[in-house]
């Protein structure tokens, strides 16, 4: 009992120290795999060699500066008229058509989308979501194997990354890690803001309903612009 009570501040502050992930990668990569499939069926790959050789040059150079440069990230352009992006555990990120039509050829809103879905990924935010939802039924997952429960978490994920997001913070989060990257290939500070900028005109059309997925799996805009600025005059602009 004496070694319990000694081993508990112990394991306490031991945790602290540490991440705050405790979801092993293997657990993370294989319903994060489950997931990838389940988006590839709801919405096919588009086949354009060239668009996705830009997007994996431009996504494996901001991976490369990210907290998790050796993840596995794999990129897919999928069909939908849609504007969306979106980061799977598994180290896969998916853009739609209608977000590449949108943007077009700025390449600097692409680095901005790109920078933010390798920030999930980077941060682990996938396996966050994973614990914090789902606590002893994913530990149950981890000790007796991959089964049925672990296929139907799978699926209450996808529709949670496609539709409602990682939550406000995670988000936020996102975006700083964005703007660190950017700045770490010595693009502009403000350059993660290109892309949030162009949207706002679209937050404020209630009409619009190509964006509405991406927006309500987001914070708003304004708050992400403003949230990002402070950052940005906070750690990398200097005085
Ligand atoms: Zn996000």
New binding site residues.
């Given amino acids: 009992m004496a070694r319990i009570k000694l081993l508990l501040p112990a394991l306490a502050l031991l945790l602290s120290g540490c991440s705050r992930i405790w979801v092993p990668e293997k657990i993370e990569n294989r319903i994060g795999e489950a997931v990838t499939r389940s988006v590839l069926a709801q919405m096919p790959a588009h086949a354009d060699p060239a668009w996705q050789q830009y997007l994996e040059d431009m996504g494996r150079k901001i991976a490369a500066v990210s907290e998790r440069p050796a993840y596995h990230y794999r990129y897919y352009i999928v069909e939908s008229s849609t504007v969306n ?3 799977v555990p598994d180290g896969s990120i998916f853009v739609t058509t209608g977000l590449l039509k949108m943007i077009g050829q700025d390449q600097l809103a692409l680095a901005g989308v790109l920078a ?2 390798t ?2 990924i980077a941060r682990r ?1 996938g396996a966050e979501t994973l614990q914090s939802e789902l606590g002893f039924g994913l530990l149950s997952t981890i000790i007796f194997g991959f089964g049925n429960s672990a296929a139907k978490q799978a699926g209450n994920m996808t529709s949670q990354i496609m539709g409602l ?2 939550g406000r913070e ?2 936020l989060e ?2 700083v890690c964005a703007v660190r990257y950017l700045a770490r290939l010595g693009y502009p500070p403000d350059s993660s803001l290109k892309f949030l900028r162009s949207i706002l005109p679209l937050e404020k059309d209630q009409h619009d309903i190509t964006i509405e997925k991406y927006l309500r ?2 914070p708003p805009t304004t708050e992400r612009i403003q949230y990002v600025e402070a950052y940005i005059r906070r750690y990398l602009v200097k005085p």
């Fill in positions: 992006a979106f980061a933010h879905e920030g999930h935010h997001g990682y995670m988000e996102a975006d799996s987001h």
